[in-house]
Structures are given as C-alpha cells and as structure tokens.
Nanobody, 120 residues
Framework: QVQLVESGGGLVQAGGSLRLSCAASGRTASSYGLGWFRQAPGKEREFVAAFSWSGRSPLYADSVKGRFTISRDNAKNTVYLQMNSLLSEDTAVYYC?????????????WGQGTQVTVSS
C-alpha cells in the first residue's frame, strides 16, 4: 500500500507561479515512481508530468512543456511540481499518483487531489 498526500494548491492569477508537493509513504512506497495528473471540470483525468522508469529523465505533457518542472527529494519520498506562467487552462484538480509512465491506467495509487485555480 502507498499513501499519497498533495499540498500547495490555491488561487493564482494568470502568469503567476505555484509549487505543488506530494508526500508518499507506505511499506513499499520506494518501489513506485511518482507523477502528476490533473482533471478539469467535465474532462477526463490527464497526464501532466512524471519521471521515467529510470527516474533520471522527466516526462511532460505537451501542454505544459517549458512551463512546468517536476522534481523530487528521494530521501523524503516527495515529488514537486513547479508551475510557472500559469494559464486559465491549467485550472484543475491536480493529483499525485504512484506508478509509472504517462497514462492513468499504469498508476496504482492516488492522492485526494489539490485544487489549482488560475484567474484571468
């Protein structure tokens, strides 16, 4: 079992920045990669960013490349999502997940989500 807790969401103006955090814990938490997904109202959950299987090269959705950066602190089992140049289109509930790849189906554990709202 893996437990995930997101934090750092909030309300920001377009062009602003925000950093999300996800803390992972559990008996086998170190066996999983960590990634970020988001879900806007009326839309399906979509991939945002994650580390590759090797943990050495990050993956990003085309919509956030150049604006978002994923990072991690392995000692703390924590992953971060630095979001810059935010757009109203980034408004969504952001979820931390444990698994691998860039698809919802390959992630086994999910946090409760944190709301990010970007005003225009």
């Amino acid at each position: 079992q893996v437990q995930l807790v997101e934090s750092g969401g909030g309300l920001v103006q377009a062009g602003g920045s925000l950093r999300l955090s996800c803390a992972a814990s559990g008996r086998t938490a170190s066996s999983y990669g960590l990634g970020w997904f988001r879900q806007a109202p009326g839309k399906e959950r979509e991939f945002v960013a994650a580390f590759s299987w090797s943990g050495r090269s990050p993956l990003y959705a085309d919509s956030v490349k150049g604006r978002f950066t994923i990072s991690r602190d392995n000692a703390k089992n924590t992953v971060y999502l630095q979001m810059n140049s935010l757009l109203s289109e980034d408004t969504a509930v952001y979820y931390c997940a444990a698994g691998y790849g860039s698809h919802v189906r390959t992630y086994d554990y999910w946090g409760q989500g944190t709301q990010v709202t970007v005003s225009s």
